[in-house]
């Protein structure tokens, strides 16, 4: 007999380490685009785990190819060759038409392993190490050390200081404060392609080509974020792909495996060439077999179902939608985002009670900063789907 809703959330408060307020509610499966709570309630999920969840649940044809490998192998270890690992390696080389991979446990990993590269790709060069790495104000790359020194807020920062050194924060979307921080000490320049927990703020095209030209200019490593806008959420494979740059190195995790806990960071030519090495990186668990069938299963089935572009086709409908109801409410101040990451900028009322009311409707919705409601459904999302998170949000306002 399952234990009540009560119990449950007592036991894992008596058992699990407080670093989240998390909303009273325990799920407990998944079908499609919703989701369902032990007491039974059904939720439209329009959070899909934190952007993660891109094809839903139980979507057909990945349940049944990680059955299929963990009946088979789950882990090796970096010490031998996996197919599951190399075939998930040559998928993610080739949608992004970058070079290397390297596989990690979570989009906090890529972070560091990205900031590693470009460590050692200007080390190599004059065995400097006072290196510098030019990072973006109201960023998040992640908790770890690395990661943190990269993230540009300060109430993230403050109790965990001293964080890496060398790291000198500029504007988002303003290119003269980028170029001002460039020096010879300059390595690399960190950024996401949107800005996601920030508030949900593309990169505008002429800011991220400008960036990419100073790289170019001073041979310094563009990194770029992809850990949340990337695998199709944009409608494109990385959101990238629309500036018409390419990065030296990109991050991505999140989307990447659809619910199983897996990231990577992709190294183009330049960075691969010269940079990390046998003995300058490493993980136990990073591109194990059980990880990496469930990405080379997610591209075989974005591109077997044209996922990316059903994102384009839906999305259209979305921005539609959102826009009337920003016009229509007052304290919705505007719409802000790229394909199936949006934002709802929410001014005059407190947009956590929004998303606790949604919750009372049926609807999962999160935030992003301190105002924002942040909307990042699975990316298999129907017109019909928008239609009825329009209609369960519009009764939580």
């Given at each position: 007999m399952t234990e009540n809703k009560e119990t449950i959330i007592e036991r894992a408060e008596g058992a699990v380490l407080h670093t989240y307020n998390r909303y009273p509610l325990v799920l407990e499966?998944?079908?499609?685009?919703?989701?369902?709570?032990?007491?039974?309630?059904?939720?439209?999920?329009?959070?899909?785990?934190?952007?993660?969840?891109?094809?839903?649940?139980?979507?057909?044809?990945?349940?049944?190819?990680?059955?299929?490998?963990?009946?088979?192998?789950?882990?090796?270890?970096?010490?031998?060759?996996?197919?599951?690992?190399?075939?998930?390696?040559?998928?993610?080389?080739?949608?992004?038409?970058?070079?290397?991979?390297?596989?990690?446990?979570s989009g906090t990993e890529a972070i560091e392993g990205a900031l590693k590269t470009a460590r050692k790709y200007a080390w190599q060069k004059d065995r400097g190490e006072d290196h510098e790495i030019i990072a973006m104000n109201h960023s998040f790359h992640g908790r770890s050390m690395g990661a943190l020194s990269v993230t540009g807020n300060e109430a993230y920062q403050a109790p965990f200081?001293?964080?890496?050194?060398?790291?000198?924060?500029?504007?988002?979307?303003?290119?003269?404060?980028?170029?001002?921080?460039?020096?010879?000490?300059?390595?690399?320049?960190?950024?996401?392609?949107?800005?996601?927990?920030?508030?949900?703020?593309?990169?505008?095209?002429?800011?991220?080509?400008?960036?990419?030209?100073?790289?170019?200019?001073?041979d310094i490593l563009l990194i770029l974020d992809e850990i949340q806008c990337g695998m199709g959420r944009t409608g494109h494979m990385f959101a990238w792909q629309e500036?018409?740059?390419?990065?030296?190195?990109?991050?991505?995790?999140?989307?990447?495996?659809?619910?199983?806990?897996?990231?990577?960071?992709?190294?183009?030519?330049?960075?691969?060439?010269?940079?990390?090495?046998?003995?300058?990186?490493?993980?136990t668990y990073g591109g194990n077999p059980?990880?990496?069938?469930?990405?080379?299963?997610?591209?075989?089935?974005?591109?077997?179902?044209?996922?990316?572009?059903?994102?384009?086709?839906?999305?259209?409908?979305?921005?539609?939608?959102l826009d009337a109801l920003a016009e229509k409410y007052d304290f919705i101040k505007e719409r802000r985002g790229k394909g199936l990451i949006q934002g709802l900028e929410v001014q005059g009322r407190p947009v956590g009670e929004i998303v606790v009311k949604s919750q009372e409707?049926?609807?999962?919705?999160?935030?992003?900063?301190?105002?924002?409601?942040?909307?990042?459904p699975p990316l298999v999302i129907e017109n019909r789907h928008v239609d009825e998170m329009i209609e369960k949000l519009e009764r939580a306002f």
């Open positions: 499966k998944g079908e499609g685009v919703y989701l369902y709570d032990t007491d039974g309630k059904k939720y439209l999920d329009f959070a899909a785990g934190i952007a993660v969840q891109a094809l839903g649940y139980h979507y057909p044809g990945y349940d049944e190819a990680l059955k299929a490998q963990i009946d088979k192998l789950s882990h090796t270890s970096n010490l031998f060759y996996n197919v599951p690992a190399m075939e998930a390696a040559e998928k993610l080389v080739k949608a992004s038409g970058m070079s290397k991979v390297f596989f990690t446990n200081r001293p964080l890496v050194g060398g790291i000198r924060f500029a504007g988002y979307n303003d290119l003269d404060s980028v170029r001002a921080l460039i020096t010879d000490k300059t390595c690399g320049i960190i950024l996401e392609t949107i800005q996601g927990e920030g508030g949900i703020y593309p990169a505008d095209k002429e800011f991220l080509k400008g960036v990419k030209d100073l790289c170019e200019e001073h500036y018409g740059i390419k990065p030296d190195v990109m991050t991505c995790a999140k989307a990447l495996g659809c619910g199983v806990p897996v990231g990577a960071f992709v190294l183009g030519e330049k960075a691969a060439g010269a940079s990390l090495v046998p003995g300058d990186h490493g993980t059980f990880a990496c069938a469930a990405v080379s299963t997610v591209f075989d089935l974005y591109e077997k179902n044209k996922i990316v572009d059903h994102v384009r086709a839906v999305s259209a409908y979305l921005e539609q939608k409707m049926g609807l999962l919705v999160i935030t992003a900063g301190n105002n924002v409601l942040r909307l990042v």
